[in-house]
């Protein structure tokens, strides 16, 4: 291969490994990076942009397109074929029309599209689209008085040390927000948030500050399941009647576990600025004014200053509205160095965002009436369908899972975007174009991934200790999504998923692979068995109580024949989906060639004024290398700014 480099499908068929790509160098090797990898800090090692990690590597010269050879268009009238008759036999088999729509008609509700009912049977997103105008408009009220409050502060001072003028209306607004949402239990709330930055003030710096954080926060997730949320009648008889005042969210421990990763954030981030600053002998960090732009790398790395590690900002940022319910999830460095100076939201990016969140809906809207799902999941009787009919239903049960999440991730990120602050974007690619399980994971929450390696992997060894730390990482994730043993079974599945596909990284890493012409077939061969271990365990890990029935029915000797059609299909597929990548590389490399066209010119020797010749001769500039081109012009625009 040109430059020694592996195309975009080899093996790990994902995208290049980079340091920030969260959980890249979970297992092993990544086949698609360099055959060496270096280990990263704490900090190196998480928020780094994809862009800026891809510009720390030389780029390869992109393959030759295959989309319109011969093979290409059998893959195409294979979609032909069998897209649309997926969708036919969905919406066939939730017709009102079966005689088993009479035993889950009661979990549908009237809809508004195409004469027929709507399936809202999933609580989460019921209570989301119930909600959604209240939320709405919440969000205009939000962004509205911020804006209007930072104009009327615009150049005041903090009334306490380290508070920030830009969070004065968010801390306000959030308390509002938070009794409105918890009620009375915003006492509850409170009280947790306040034990934890007591506990991080008093052990930050010391040896052991983290087990002291982590064994807080992990009491504290069981205590808040064990007792439901508690009651003010069990604290005291005399308090019982501020348990009829819970307010919107009654169970608001629940959506607490979002706020359990802030306050480790903000906890671990004060541990380790004080470290820091123990460690260091230089003079004290320059004034603010020289770190006001800065990547999204830097903010995350840069430590904030000790003054604005207060309760201020800690209190602001554990209940910012925009994020409080869903995030995405931003560390503490990274939310005041945006708050320290905000900016106006970019309009066009924004509003584009925006229209694509309510195509998302809309989509949606359209599976819920006419493919129901959820309502045939719960029911769980599965004898009168196929195995055909069974394995759609679970595919669309995990489609519809990760539209759920996109939209109310996107609706959460427009509206902190609208406040001006950037944030990552979960669910980068759609559920359907992921065929490695490092890359699945990375992509579906992204920002709560980004926070994993941050504060769990990289801490507890990184890629040294990956054969067993992938297995802690996965088991705090279950527990923190919900302490049952089945969300167990589904990230053991997973952690041991992560081998096989490490394994097959490590070995097939090889350039020699790569140049044969069978390798990309023996990619899609591995990447479709990879895609249907990812659907069994997230249908065990989401799926509902008949999910058994259901994967007993896909995988036995009556589904054989399915199974093999199923297998030869997705391989037709993952082929398609190898070209398409190649293609957003092919993207890529123009973009970057253009880019660093001027900067090429710029290094070219000039020909002396008194020879003519030299300057008509067609003398080109010596070959650059992308990346220390790219380097350098950033570097440039650091020291300019």
Known sequence: MPGGRLPEHAVHVGSPAAPGDALSHTVLLSALGTHQQQEHSSHAAVDMPRDAAKAARPMRAPLPSRLSTLEFRAYYLTYLLVVPNMAYTVFRASSPARPEYAEYEHELSDGWLLGRKVDLSDGQWR???????????????????????????????????????????????????????????????????????????????????????????MLMLFSNEHFRGYRFGAVHEGLAWLDSHRGLLRRWDITFNLTMLRMVSFAIDHHWSTLRRQSQSQSPPPPLQHQARQTAK?????????????????WAYILYPPLYLTGPIITFNDFVAQMRRPTLPALRPTLAYGARLVASYL???????????????????????????????????LTFIWLKLLIIWRFARFWAMADGLET??????????????????????????????RYVYVPLGGRRT??????????????????????????????????????????????????????RFLCSAGGALNIM???????????????DKMLAKIFCREGAVFLAAAYAALNAHLQVMFELREHEYRREYRRRARDLRPAEVEMAPRPAASDPSAASSGASSPRVDPAAAHRTRSAAKRAAS
């Not at 690619?429 to 980004?450: E, I, T």
């Not at 271990?533 to 999910?547: E, I, K, P, S, T």
């Open 127 to 217: 209570t989301f689209r119930s909600h959604l105008p209240a939320f709405s408009a919440a969000m205009l009220a939000f962004v509205a008085l911020s804006w209007a409050a930072r104009w009327a502060l615009r150049g005041r001072t903090a009334a306490a040390a380290g508070a920030l003028p830009a969070l004065w209306l968010p801390w306000a607004f959030a308390t509002a927000f938070v009794v409105v949402l918890s009620g009375a239990s915003i006492a509850f709330v409170a009280a947790l948030a306040a034990g934890n930055y007591a506990l991080a003030r008093r052990v930050a710096g010391r040896r052991w500050a983290p087990a002291a954080i982590w064994a807080y926060n």
């Open 298 to 314: 830097e903010r995350v790395e840069q430590p904030c200053r000790p003054e604005e590690y207060c309760f201020f900002n800690y």
């Open 363 to 397: 989509l949606m809207e359209l599976v819920l009436h006419t493919v129901y799902s959820v309502a045939i999941s719960k029911w769980g009787h599965w004898d009168s369908f196929s195995a055909y009919e069974i394995s759609l239903f679970g595919y669309m049960r």
């Open 424 to 453: 990552v974007d979960n669910m980068r690619r759609c559920m359907s174009n992921n065929y490695s399980l490092q890359q699945f994971w990375r992509d579906w929450h992204c920002s709560y991934n980004r926070w994993l390696v």
């Open 466 to 519: 990956s054969s067993w730390n992938v297995f802690v990482v996965f088991t705090f994730v279950a527990l923190w999504h919900d302490l049952t043993l089945r969300l167990l079974q589904w990230a053991w599945i997973i952690a041991l998923l992560f081998l096989p596909e490490g394994l097959a990284t490590w070995y097939f890493a090889r350039p020699q692979w790569a140049a044969r012409p069978y390798f």
């Open 533 to 547: 271990g990812m659907m069994a365990a997230n249908l065990v890990g989401f799926g509902d109580a008949g999910v």
